[in-house]
């Protein structure tokens, strides 16, 4: 069963939005996500527990204004929701294989949702508490980066976004995350921030996103997701927000 909540526009008509995020406890890790905006663009991330030792990570940027893809981020989550455990929630399952399907499945729905082509980079994963290991994908996104002490490693895109043709896959791979290591995911409108008041006129990049993650003390998800949206109001300045900007990160604690 679907279930959305409403949001009233200027003519009372109800307008579909995906239903707010909370994240599940996660036994051996600290998850979090901090997002800066009017939520006038397509940044959209979401989790859910699919079984006792799995959880599922996602995060979306679908192109276009929130009054034209509302739709289509909450069809998007319905398919990671529901689909996401039933394929996930038997023990024996092949992850690489279920991410694939998931990921099939979402871009499919975001097809027939926008009845048309709607680029979405897209970044999901399937977290296993019991071994501490990261079955992934990455569709078209910024790369995942995962800090393994102070090693940083790009969990780059392995295929187009999601939202372009309707039989694109992307390539599934696992990796582990030792104690203390961090997954942090950024989406576009942090990397493209623009510098302003002293800074380089340039983009912010995605190389200054891994010097904070990998200087970043000791703390929390929600400090690092903080620190990094922090960072990077100051490099923009006041300039206007053109676009939605989102940290998501996963700790490993124990």
């Not at 097809?111 to 994908?137: D, M, N, Q």
């Amino acid at each position: 069963m679907r279930h959305l909540f409403h949001s009233q526009v200027p003519d009372d008509t109800p307008s579909v939005e995906p239903i707010p995020t909370v994240f599940p406890q996660i036994e051996g890790a600290d998850i979090a996500a901090v997002f800066v905006g009017k939520r006038i663009a397509g940044d959209f991330y979401d989790s859910v527990r699919v079984s006792p030792e799995r959880v599922l990570i996602g995060m979306l940027d679908v192109a276009g204004r929130r009054e034209t893809n509302r739709e289509i981020l909450s069809a998007a989550q319905e398919i990671f929701r529901n689909l996401g455990t039933e394929l996930f929630s038997r023990p024996d399952i092949n992850e690489s294989e279920a991410m694939t399907e998931l990921s099939l499945r979402i871009n499919r729905g975001i097809i027939e949702t926008s009845k048309g082509v709607r680029s979405c980079p897209a970044f999901f994963a399937c977290y296993h508490e019991k071994f501490g290991t990261l079955c992934y994908t990455n569709a078209g996104h910024t790369p995942g980066l995962l800090r393994d002490g102070k090693e940083i490693t790009n969990l780059a895109s392995g295929g187009l976004p999601l939202g372009l043709f309707s039989h694109a896959t992307s390539d599934a791979p696992t990796v582990g995350l030792e104690k203390g290591s961090s997954l942090l995911l950024v989406s576009r409108g942090v990397v493209e921030c623009e510098g302003h008041h002293g800074h380089s006129s340039g983009e912010f990049g995605l190389e200054r996103v891994k010097e904070l993650l990998q200087s970043a003390p000791p703390g929390t998800a929600q400090v690092l997701c903080t620190h990094i949206l922090q960072t990077v109001g100051d490099f923009g300045g006041e300039s206007p927000l053109c676009d939605d900007r989102t940290a998501l990160a996963l700790i490993r604690t124990a």
